[in-house]
């Protein structure tokens, strides 16, 4: 697996597919300062998994002509990582404004000193046998490879324990989706310590004359993967969290809505909105609701409330038998409720759709099951699935082609 690259490719796609929820979102929010550094560790951190992974290092050695230019990539975007990680939990924190800035800043000069030294160890080293998997273990002895990958693990392992000794801290005075975050990340944390321990005794093994390579090659890469997407997902949670809370249950409605939506959109005409693939749950529902009221209030002079007490009677004959408790009672009153509703509402689309003469009921304008959400989706279902709605629906048809047959022929 670890040839193929996809124990890298794999959280790498993850942390991508997660950078592409948030765009749409970024046009209103990127001035929040907990935005950019959230953003650049989903987007950071799918880079490094696709430059981690060897057939990657091996296209990016060729394309740039420099063995093992891969190496000191790969180091300086985990560099970036583990900057990207403390500055965004210190904008977490909070705290005066200035103090917050001070903080923010010495970290980024700090792990912007440790990638230029990266970059320039690796330029006085001599390093020119690729190697894709085991560059740690391989250059371990050699003169500023050595410095380089110690100077690299060094780092990050401080700003691991920094990272998880702040959440440790704070975990317990938060509660809800942060806790959950918080937790994530320290999950995350203990892989990644696992991850560098690997490599530190891998590279002792080395320096001892022993060959532990298999912890460099085989253990680490799955265990730095996993941590990489779970302290990905720790800090994305508290952002992406609601927003996809709020799409879920938009599409839940959405989905429930549509047999009420699919009756009444045609009554829109050329108004009727389309959806593109892209369209979010939460505008679909919008749309499709105020298709819903648009089309409801078309149908509401054909409204004709003898079909819907006659449906009501019908309703309450075909329910069980009577209910003993109150509260069950009223369950199949409102039920009764909503299938008269929707038999009504079904016969006057017949109504409108045919452009016969309007009822000018004045009693009812909207009905209460279509202005509450939870009775419009059982709305949706009677008109769905209620044989009562469908009798109604084909009476209404039969009346208009009787009407239609009665009247005198056009001179």
């Not at 919008?286 to 089309?295: F, H, K, N, S, Y």
């Not at 409204?303 to 004959?317: G, K, P, S, T, V």
């Not at 409108?352 to 009905?367: F, G, I, K, N, P």
């Amino acid at each position: 697996m670890n040839g193929s690259g996809l124990v890298f490719y794999i959280p790498g796609a993850i942390l991508l597919i997660a950078v592409a929820i948030k765009v749409p979102s970024l046009r209103e929010t990127w001035r929040d300062p907990a935005i950019m550094p959230s953003s650049a560790i989903l987007l950071i951190g799918s880079a490094v998994c696709l430059f981690s992974a060897p057939p990657t290092i091996t296209a990016v050695n060729a394309f740039t002509g420099i063995s093992n230019f891969s190496g000191p990539l790969v180091y300086c975007g985990m560099s970036a990582l583990s900057a990207a990680y403390i500055v965004l939990m210190i904008v977490w924190r909070g705290g005066p404004l200035p103090e917050v800035r001070r903080r923010m800043l010495l970290v980024v000069a700090l792990y912007t000193v440790v990638i230029i030294g990266i970059v320039v160890l690796f330029a006085l080293a001599d390093a020119p046998v690729e190697r894709t998997r085991d560059l740690d273990t391989y250059y371990a002895n050699t003169p500023y490879m050595r410095e380089m990958i110690l100077l690299y693990l060094a780092f990050h392992t401080l700003a691991t324990v920094i990272l998880t000794g702040m959440c440790l801290g704070w975990l317990r005075m938060v509660t809800g989706i942060t806790h959950t975050g918080l937790t994530l990340i320290v999950i995350g944390s203990c892989f990644d310590l696992s991850y560098q321990a690997a490599k530190y005794a891998s590279l002792a093994a080395r320096w001892t004359g022993r060959d532990w390579d298999f912890l460099s090659t085989d253990v680490s890469p799955p265990l730095v993967a996993l941590a990489g997407v779970l302290v990905a997902t720790g800090f994305a949670l508290p952002r992406l969290g609601p927003p996809l809370a709020d799409n879920a249950r938009a599409w839940n409605r959405y989905r429930l809505q549509k047999p009420l939506w699919a009756e009444l959109r045609d009554l829109r005409g050329s108004a009727t909105a389309e959806f593109r693939w892209w369209t979010s749950p939460v505008v679909r529902l919008t749309q499709q609701e105020i298709t819903i009221l648009d089309g409801v209030l078309a149908c509401g002079p054909y409204l004709d409330l003898e079909i819907r007490d006659a449906a009501y009677a019908e309703a309450l004959r075909q329910s069980a038998a009577p209910a003993e408790s109150g509260r069950a009672r009223q369950t199949v009153l409102e039920d009764a409720r909503v299938v008269a509703d929707a038999a009504m509402l079904a016969a006057a689309r017949i109504h409108v759709t045919e452009r016969h003469s309007a009822y000018r009921t004045t009693e009812v304008s909207l009905l209460e099951t279509v202005e509450r959400p939870h009775t419009r989706v059982r709305l949706a279902r009677a008109i769905g699935s209620s044989p009562i709605v469908a009798a109604a629906r084909r009476r209404a048809a039969l009346r208009d082609v009787r009407q239609e047959g009665s009247q005198p022929p056009r001179s």
